[in-house]
């Protein structure tokens, strides 16, 4: 599993990190401020290269309405929501993944 954060944030990411390593979960950490993404790189390359990494869970939250949703167009592993400009931070931890539409 991936916390992928386009934005910062501590408590909600620290909250999902733990509850998946209490599940037995491996876990990445990315951080949207020492990636690729200050070059340039698009949303949408930095899922599709942590896919290629062997990511299959990611827990998203973006400063853009509705990132975490394009996602599910985007990998095929399980999307959870972790907050976007749309959205509030859902309550810690809400593990309600989003279903991939990708095959």
């Keep these: 599993m991936a916390t992928v954060f386009f934005e ?3 408590r909600t990411r620290i909250s999902f990190e733990l509850a998946a390593r209490r599940m037995s979960a491996d876990v990445v950490s990315f951080a949207a401020q020492t990636s690729s993404l200050q070059k340039g790189e ?3 390359d930095t899922l599709l290269t942590l ?3 062997g990511v299959d869970a990611y827990v998203i ?3 853009s309405a509705g990132v975490p949703h394009q996602a599910t167009r985007w990998v095929k592993g399980a999307v959870i929501n972790g ?10 931890p809400s593990w309600t993944p989003i279903p991939s539409s990708r095959p």
Aim: no cysteine; aromatic share 4%; charged share 25%.
């Design 42 to 44: 698009s949303y949408k």
């Design 51 to 53: 896919e290629a990494m």
């Design 83 to 92: 907050g976007d400009a749309a959205a509030p931070t859902p309550p810690r």
């Design 61 to 63: 939250r973006a400063d």
């Design 8 to 10: 910062p944030s501590t």
